[in-house]
Nanobody, 124 residues
Framework: QVQLVESGGGQVQSGGSLRLSCGAS????????MGWFRQAPGKEREFVAA????????YYADSVKGRFTISRDNAKITVYLQMNSLKPEDTAVYYC?????????????????WGQGTQVTVSS
């Protein structure tokens, strides 16, 4: 079992940057595909980015491609989401998620473990 805890959210002006971290517990973290999702008020949770267990495969939503970067440090059992050139439409609660899998899921229903979420607010 893996427990996930996000941090690094906050308020930033349009064009700014934030780095989210997701710390994990559990010895098997290095075998987990990890993803980031977000949910804005009144909207469904949506895929943002995901990475394979070994870090060799990454996937991004079109809306964040070129601005966000997912990475992981298996030694620190942490996954990161570097967010640059932030826009007001990026405002949401951001969640990290994990699944022990070789194939990287890009739908929320496929993930087994979730963090509690961290708020990101981008002002114009």
């Amino acid at each position: 079992q893996v427990q996930l805890v996000e941090s690094g959210g906050g308020q930033v002006q349009s064009g700014g940057s934030l780095r989210l971290s997701c710390g994990a517990s559990g010895r098997t973290f290095s075998t987990y595909a990890m993803g980031w999702f977000r949910q804005a008020p009144g909207k469904e949770r949506e895929f943002v980015a995901a990475m394979s267990w070994n870090g060799l495969s990454t996937y991004y939503a079109d809306s964040v491609k070129g601005r966000f970067t997912i990475s992981r440090d298996n030694a620190k059992i942490t996954v990161y989401l570097q967010m640059n050139s932030l826009k007001p439409e990026d405002t949401a609660v951001y969640y990290c998620a994990g699944k022990r899998a070789v194939v990287v899921p890009r739908t929320s229903a496929a993930y087994d473990y979730w963090g509690q979420g961290t708020q990101v607010t981008v002002s114009s």
